[in-house]
């Protein structure tokens, strides 16, 4: 019942500014955009990069072609749309296995400390202490590329940052009264864990985490466009600006609409994190800073 | 004819804006403090004291208006921003949390040294120093030349409070503002930072304006009481006289609430209901809601300060004219 | 304040703890996740020789504990193998373009602290006034641009449209050769200075202008919104209250006491800056065609050069621990409180 008071207070704060709401509108379109653009596409055949259309190359922004056409003819804005649901897979993907592996590691080394405890975060620290994207590029390079290399490449430079936000956040939750009473009273610590430290841990690694995939999309888009992300011709937006850039001198537009994809899109999740850190829940504005690096 | 207090304040409001709206923290509150003397504010958390004392010392919060009445200091208005700088000096301030009111990242010995440059516009680092040494001693600081170079989490709280009561205490102030000084501390430290104060106040003729919310401190300490309730002073005497014979239902209250050894209590009291919504104070009096010798004259008109006895004035329509 | 030799010896030892455990993760990584390492390390194109040499150099014939030992071994001593694509040893490689790189991250972070932070007080003390929320959406908008597509936007807008500055390159080369310029340091606008040489000064400023800038646009960003974040703060904490109360001048309370306290969590946090510089530097000097470690990381990347990746994610690893181990020590010296 309070979660729910917290989110609709949190949701009103939001609404109340305007650029939070077009931030949630952006966000919103980006997600609609990810899921139905198979089916809004103009022209599917180039969006997928099946079709070539030599005659047509490097024609200008027009009516028919809105972001105009690339060095082999192809439309540019289909492929920019389709290139959406690229990117909102590897935000997910990204996202959702480095949760799988991040919260597990941060509850068992927050619950139980000790040696495992202890052993994992030292961990934790060891994958912290590359530089962000730098395991990724490695990883992505080691695998080859493709979709499925490059989430995973992600996500394993990703888990750490949910370890340990979920570590501090159960380390200060095992230490309340109400933990403290429910294992006087006898629940077992599978209960514990589920009634009490779970719901309470995860709730702003899980806001936390759905904010970040401004940034998923971002690292992607990076290492895609240096050559260890997505394969050609998959319409992934940094590869679609790693695309454009050969031609740039002569088609501006090709590598120029997808970025602007990439900034709007990244932008809608972080103005919507900056209007969270604003309201007033000083746990989720804790875990923001650290995950600024701020050391708390 | 007595001669002028050394502090006046006239029918001082103060507000508090914030998200939900405009808190009306203190309301037309008025006393006067005598040179060399103590005075205690008393009243709960939120009753408008604590404002009272940051208004008065010049370091209200941004989002705190001064809505009207005067701080009179030696015959200046404070509100006013020249006269303010005039006697800065004069005026000093201590806290409840000494850990939270020192600057983690400057030793004792630089903070001291800047209020010391500041109002005595000394600036020989010897002449400093010396002084700054000479405060600590006097304050009970063991080895005052390390504590110079301490940074506050090196202290306890304990020294701390009487590190930065040295402080204060370096520019020889008039007027002591000591907002509930001892709260966070020990028992036994309690005693001996109130002891200190009562010291301190003779040596260097300082009058003290001792904010608490604990009546027995007010008590040992003597000089005057002053009761607050929700941002309204409701009784003012000598704290004999207060102790003996409190006037006010609240005072009352909160004499039953101190837990006493002498008398056979089996059940520690407490006063019944919660503090109204100080957005929007009752026209009555306020503390109507919760007084158990209410009259249908309390809900409607607030009452104003009587005095009753030489030197005890309350503010209850129990003893107003006509009821007594 | 001085640092505690104590503080120094443990952070010392942390610090060799964290590069073991980086060379550890990068081993596995390199080595151990994928089937076949040694086609990885021969490059796309290799002959059966070449991949029976690879096989040999790193090692695999033996078993994984001496592999790992040996692995050390050759980073130790240097061998860290051929680069297929320039055809030079890795190590040499990177030390000769690591000055570029440093050159450019300086001036970037430089550019970065010294708008950063004034916009961040500037914002934390007009707080939800419209110039905080003209900053703020401002600088959520700088952290949201992909760093390379603003390299290509502004190479083309500034270098190629407007012809305002030069666009690649760390500085021309007629004025290298009419100026018979000898870099020492490697540090350009240093040489230049130290040799009087005030055509390649010029030149190798206006050279650095546009990826310096682009560079720090990020970090730019992140320590304006964490300088608000701190410095708002820090403003309602009781000890500014207390100052106030002493009587100090507003002045004093807030540029010495303030900003020190501002300061503090805010070079803690400078590490993480500088990593997403780094990185950023692998995207931005492949478009700049500036020759640092960033280019030649990301030409390698780009042709599958698999030993040179791997010198470099290593170097740049340990220079990220370093960098962070030094802000730390930093960190302990403004705040006495912080502790191993």
């Known amino acids: 019942m309070k979660q729910l008071e917290e989110t609709r207070m949190v949701l009103n704060l939001i609404i109340r500014k305007p650029i939070s709401l077009i931030a949630l509108i952006i966000v919103f379109g980006f997600v609609i955009v990810g899921f139905l653009a198979p089916y809004l596409v103009p022209y599917p055949e180039d969006a997928w990069g099946l079709a070539y259309n030599v005659e047509n190359r490097f024609s200008p922004p027009s009516l028919q072609h809105l972001f105009g056409t690339d060095a082999l003819g192809r439309d540019v804005f289909s492929r920019v749309l389709l290139g959406a649901r690229f990117s909102l897979m590897i935000a997910v993907g990204v996202i959702g296995i480095a949760l799988i592996i991040g919260i597990p590691v941060g509850v068992i080394a927050g619950y139980y400390g000790g040696k495992i405890g202890n052993f994992l975060m030292r961990v934790t620290d060891m994958f912290l202490a590359f530089p962000p994207l730098l395991l990724a590029i490695v990883l992505a390079a080691t695998l080859g590329r493709g979709l499925l290399n490059l989430i995973i490449a992600l996500a394993i430079s990703w888990w750490p940052w949910y370890s340990r936000l979920v570590f501090i956040q159960t380390n200060t939750i095992k230490n309340m009264p109400y933990v403290d009473s429910a294992k006087i009273a006898g629940l077992s610590t599978f209960r514990i864990l589920y009634k009490h430290i779970i719901p309470n841990a995860l709730t702003p690694t899980i806001v936390q985490a759905a904010l970040d995939m401004g940034s998923a999309i971002l690292e992607a888009a990076g290492l895609s466009f240096i050559g260890v992300g997505v394969k050609p011709p998959t319409p992934e937006w940094g590869l679609l600006v790693s695309e454009g850039w050969q031609s740039i001198n002569v088609a501006w537009w090709i590598a120029f609409f997808p970025g602007l994809a990439i900034l709007v899109t990244v932008t809608g999740f972080n103005l919507l994190a900056d209007a969270l850190r604003e309201s007033a829940d000083p746990r989720l504005r804790r875990t923001i800073l650290m995950r600024l690096g701020i050391k708390q | ?324 | 304040m001085p640092v505690s030799k104590e503080y120094l010896f443990k952070r010392t030892i942390l610090l060799a703890f964290v590069v073991f455990g980086v060379i550890f993760i990068t081993f596995m990584i390199t080595r151990v996740i994928p089937a076949r390492p040694e086609l990885l390390w021969a490059g796309p194109h290799a002959t059966l020789e070449q991949i029976e040499e690879a096989r040999r150099q790193l090692h695999l014939d033996k078993h994984i504990y001496l592999q790992f030992i040996l692995y050390l071994q050759d980073l130790i001593f240097g061998n860290w193998g051929i680069s297929w694509r320039t055809r030079a040893p890795i190590l040499s490689d990177i030390i000769s373009s690591l000055t570029a790189t440093l050159e450019l991250i300086i001036i970037a972070f430089i550019i970065a602290v010294m708008a950063g932070i004034p916009l961040g007080i500037l914002a934390a003390i007009k707080k939800h006034g419209w110039i905080d929320d003209v900053i703020r959406v401002l600088t959520v908008i700088g952290a949201s641009v992909p760093v390379f597509w603003l390299a290509l936007i502004v190479q083309l807008a500034f270098g190629m449209w407007l012809g305002l500055l030069p666009s690649a390159k760390r500085v021309d080369e007629w004025v290298v050769i009419t100026t018979s310029f000898k870099p020492i340091t490697g540090f350009y606008i240093i040489d230049s200075m130290l040799q009087g040489n005030l055509l390649v000064l010029v030149n190798s400023i206006q050279h650095i202008i546009l990826p310096a800038i682009v560079l720090a646009a990020y970090p730019l960003c992140l320590s304006a919104r964490m300088t608000r974040a701190v410095m708002i703060e820090v403003l309602s904490e009781q000890h500014v209250r207390s100052l106030m109360a002493w009587g100090l001048p507003q002045r004093l309370i807030f540029f010495k006491y303030c900003l020190k306290n501002t300061l503090a969590p805010l070079i803690a946090s400078l590490g993480l800056s500088f990593g997403y510089m780094i990185i950023g530097a692998f995207m931005v000097e492949l478009v700049f065609v500036w020759p640092g470690i960033g280019f030649y990381a990301a030409m390698s990347l780009l042709s599958f050069d698999y030993p040179a990746v791997t010198g470099c994610v290593i170097i740049v690893a340990i220079f990220y621990c370093i960098i962070n181990t030094l802000i730390d020590i930093i960190h302990s010296v403004i705040d006495p409180r912080v502790k191993l």
């Open chain 2, 1 to 324: 004819m007595m001669s002028e207090p050394l502090l006046r304040i006239e029918n001082l409001s103060i507000e508090y804006v914030v998200q939900e709206g405009t808190i009306k923290a203190v309301r037309n509150a008025s006393f006067d403090i005598n040179e060399g003397e103590i005075v205690c504010l008393v009243g709960e958390s939120g009753s408008g004291k604590s404002t009272i004392g940051l208004a008065i010392a010049g370091a209200l919060p941004e989002n705190a208006i001064i809505r009207g009445g005067k701080i009179i200091f030696q015959d200046h208005d404070l509100i006013n921003q020249r006269a303010r700088t005039c006697s800065k000096k004069e005026i000093m301030m201590i806290f409840q949390d000494p850990a939270a009111s020192i600057n983690p990242l400057f030793t004792i010995g630089e903070i001291m040294s800047d209020v010391i440059k500041t109002h005595l516009k000394v600036h020989n680092p010897n002449a400093i120093k010396d002084l700054a040494l000479r405060m600590l001693r006097r304050v009970g600081l063991p080895d005052p030349e390390r504590m110079l170079r301490s940074y506050p989490h090196e202290l306890s709280g304990g020294m701390l409070q009487r590190a930065v009561i040295a402080t204060a205490l370096s520019v020889n102030p008039k007027l002591l503002i000591a907002d509930e000084p001892t709260t966070m501390l020990d028992v036994t430290l309690q005693a001996q930072i109130l002891e200190l104060l009562l010291n301190l106040k003779n040596d260097f003729g300082l009058s003290i304006l001792l904010i608490t919310h604990n009546l027995g401190i007010a008590a040992e300490m003597g000089g005057r009481i002053i009761v607050m309730y929700c941002g309204e002073i409701v009784e003012e005497a000598s704290s004999n006289e207060l102790i003996r014979n409190p006037l006010h239902p609240y005072t009352k209250g909160l004499l039953e609430c101190i837990p006493r050894t002498s008398i056979r209590y089996s059940k520690l009291k407490h006063i019944p209901g919660i503090m109204p919504d100080l957005r929007n104070p009752p026209s009555g009096c306020v503390f109507y809601g919760r007084c158990s010798e209410a009259i249908q004259k309390c809900r409607m008109i607030k009452p104003s300060m009587v005095q009753v006895y030489e030197n005890h004035t309350v503010a209850c329509h129990l003893y107003s004219r006509g009821m007594r």
